[in-house]
């Protein structure tokens, strides 16, 4: 059976220690012209559902990198927009002999129910509000970078939290190994299950990131927003914006993330997004790193579907 990387909730420590440092050794041979492995041979289905630059490009980048081939595929031009089932558009892709699916989809548990019928890896690039693996271990990569451990730091997820799966596997990660995750915003901005998540809830922007070592900021998601969730958004930037004002309360050294698409002067403005403390481009070229490792895990051990079935043939003859 072949992996998938459907989440970090149920990961364990090593396994995220091992991605991490898969991602490191590929940064360090690809900055130094070093070969990496090669998956060639394999071809990996992009299914994004929703919009993306950057975790798409960099699922690119990072395939090509390890000699991968890409299949891409446009929901609204596929026939699912007959009609067809994620269920049978994921055996069609199946019997096309694709490899690997990298799957972004706005309904929690989609890439799952995909990796159920699939019968190869599976990466999940974000599913609705649940998880976006990758994105936390590109975080988690910047950090490690910056700060040298993820043990002790004071972590802050400042923002819409409740619509956020960046959040969401962020906490994982960064409690397994060991930091104190803190998830400030607004009430209604807060899952309604965050006792169910590893963190602890502040609803006051000055005492959510006092002493943090990592302020990471989230995107008001407002295409997933039913509308009256918030004042206003002059409100909300006043009561929780980063800004050269506001980043005091945090460490002097303290880095500052966002895991992009950035909404300038909402969530934060141009003086801490653009400041020496921002970590928001380290962030993204991390991306590809850890992509590269996410795929080089999922297809450990797995042959290529054209491979097996040449290699499947004479088998069969020979059994007759
Ligand atoms: C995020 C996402 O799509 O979950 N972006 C990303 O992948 N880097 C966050 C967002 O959309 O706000």
Same mark, same amino acid.
């Given at each position: ?66 000699? #991968?081939?890409?299949?891409? /595929?446009?929901?609204? %031009? !596929?026939?699912? *927009? ?8 994921? +055996? ?104 169910? #998540?590893?963190?602890?809830? /502040?609803?006051?922007? %000055? !005492?959510?990131? *006092? ?8 995107? +008001? ?100």
């Amino acid at each position: 059976m072949s992996r998938n990387l459907l989440g970090i909730r149920h990961l364990e420590p090593e396994q995220i220690e091992h991605l991490l440092a898969m991602a490191k050794d590929f940064k360090k041979r690809v900055n130094l012209g070093k070969p990496v492995p090669s998956l060639g041979g394999h071809v990996l289905g992009m299914l994004f559902f929703e919009n993306s630059t950057r975790t798409r490009v960099s699922f690119e980048q990072a395939a090509s990198y390890l000699n #991968l081939r890409t299949a891409n /595929f446009a929901a609204q %031009a !596929s026939s699912m *927009a007959k009609g067809e089932t994620l269920k049978d558009t994921v +055996l069609t892709l199946r019997f096309e002999r694709l490899d690997g699916l990298v799957m972004r989809h706005k309904e929690s548990g989609a890439p799952t129910l995909a990796a159920r019928y699939f019968g190869g890896p599976v990466v999940n690039a974000g599913d609705g509000q649940h998880e976006h693996p990758t994105q936390a271990l590109a975080d988690a990569l910047t950090i490690l970078e910056r700060k040298g451990t993820l043990e002790g730091l004071v972590v802050a997820i400042v923002g819409d939290v409740d619509h956020s799966r960046v959040a969401r596997s962020n906490a994982w990660l960064l409690s397994k190994m060991g930091a104190e995750v803190r998830f400030v915003g607004p009430k209604t901005l807060m899952p309604s299950h965050t006792g169910m #998540l590893p963190g602890q809830v /502040f609803h006051d922007l %000055a !005492s959510g990131i *006092a002493d943090a070592d990592v302020v990471m900021c989230l995107r +008001l998601q407002k295409e997933r927003m039913d509308g009256g969730i918030i004042g206003s958004i002059a409100e909300y930037s006043k009561l929780y914006q980063i800004n050269k004002d506001t980043v005091k309360w945090a460490k002097r050294d303290c880095l500052v993330m966002h895991p992009g698409p950035l909404n300038r002067g909402i969530e934060l403005d141009d003086t801490a997004a653009d400041s020496e403390l921002s970590a928001i481009s380290a962030q993204v070229e991390n991306g590809i790193f850890v992509r590269m490792a996410a795929l080089a895990w999922v297809f450990e051990g797995v042959t290529p579907a054209r491979r097996v079935e040449q290699a499947a043939k004479p088998k069969d003859k020979a059994k007759k």
